[in-house]
Structures are given as C-alpha cells and as structure tokens.
C-alpha cells in the first residue's frame, strides 16, 4: 500500500486526534469497535484497509505510544519513537512530485501485508518527525485544560494552541472561568 500525505501537519492532527480517543484523556474510550475505528479513519481519507476486531486492539497500543512519543523530554527522543513507528511498516516514506509543476507529496509505502496499525504508525511518525523537523520539539505539549489528561503536537501557525481539543478543553475552561467571575462579581 502507499499512503499520500500532503503535509506532515495532516499527519500529526491524526496523531492528536488518535491520543485523543483514549479513555485517559476524556474518559471515555472512543474506539471501542471497528465500526468506531473504521469511522475514525474515514475523516482523513487514507487509503487504508477496512478494520478488523484484531486491529482494534492493536491501535490501542499504538496510542499509547504515539502518546508515549508526544510526552518525550527530547527531540532526539520523540524522533527515535517515530523511527521505530515507521519501522513497522516496512519501508522508508519518500517524497514524490505531485503534477509536475514542482509541488511534491510525501508517499509512505507499507508492505503488502502490514497490520492497520502499522500503516497508522507510518502516518503517525511522519507527523510527529515533521513537527520536529519544522516547528521544534517544544511544541509538543500538555492539554492546559485542568481536568484534562491531553497531549498535542501544535501544528498551528502561530504555535500557540493550548488544548489539545480546543472546541472541547477551551470551551470548558472558558465556561468555568466565567461562572467563576459570574460567583464573585455578584454581592
């Protein structure tokens, strides 16, 4: 399979939006089936294969690491961690011309028979490298919500993104800070 990227920051929201389903962050575990999963996938319109039951289990995992690689204290960690996530797909991602016009596309190739999650690290890895190559290590970040458990890869031009889902987290702590200011402006 080959799976076209047209930037890394697709790939890193992907990235995002994957720690983002895990029960540690929200509570609830958002991938609990393959039709979940299946779902999931269809909002970034990879190529990839339709979900088995065995695949879920194993993206599971994968979000732990993907999180795992976010949380690093280093760059040369988080680009170690995208390494090994892009080892098992079983080959090295290139980069191709699109139309001939000199924009160029990233291509990640995975072996005929690699697992779901494989082919998801690749994309994964690709995203988390990027943001390392382009933006810095710094902005992989803790979601600022308090009662979040949240990590992000800010892929965001001004870099200043400070939940790792703003329309949730932000709204949330907007809301708490206004009924607070609400509780103490009134006699």
């Known amino acids: 399979m080959d799976i076209a990227l047209a930037d890394y920051t697709a790939a890193a929201e992907l990235a995002n939006d994957l720690v983002r389903t895990s029960p540690t962050v929200h509570?609830?575990?958002d991938l609990p089936d393959r039709d979940a999963l299946g779902a999931f996938l269809d909002e970034y319109g990879y190529d990839l294969r339709t979900p088995a039951d065995d695949?879920?289990?194993e993206v599971h995992f994968l979000r732990r690491e993907v999180r795992g690689i976010i949380e690093t204290e280093t760059a040369e960690q988080a680009v170690a961690g995208a390494a090994v996530l892009l080892g098992r797909a079983g080959r090295a991602p290139v980069?191709?011309?699109?139309?001939?016009g000199g924009r160029w596309r990233w291509h990640v190739p995975t072996a005929p028979d690699?697992?779901?999650a494989a082919e998801l690290a690749a994309v994964a890895a690709v995203?988390?490298?990027g943001t390392v190559r382009?933006?810095?290590h710094d902005r992989f970040r803790a979601c600022a919500a308090p009662a979040c458990r949240g990590v992000f890869a800010d892929v965001s031009r001004a870099g200043r993104r400070r939940y790792c889902t703003p329309a949730l987290c932000g709204n949330r702590l907007n809301v708490a800070n206004h009924r607070a200011r609400t509780?103490?402006?009134t006699p």
């Open 127 to 129: 995203g988390i490298a």
């Open 183 to 185: 509780r103490t402006a």
């Open 114 to 116: 690699a697992p779901l």
């Open 95 to 100: 980069l191709r011309p699109v139309d001939g």
């Open 55 to 57: 695949d879920v289990r």
């Open 134 to 136: 382009a933006l810095g």
């Open 27 to 29: 509570g609830t575990e």
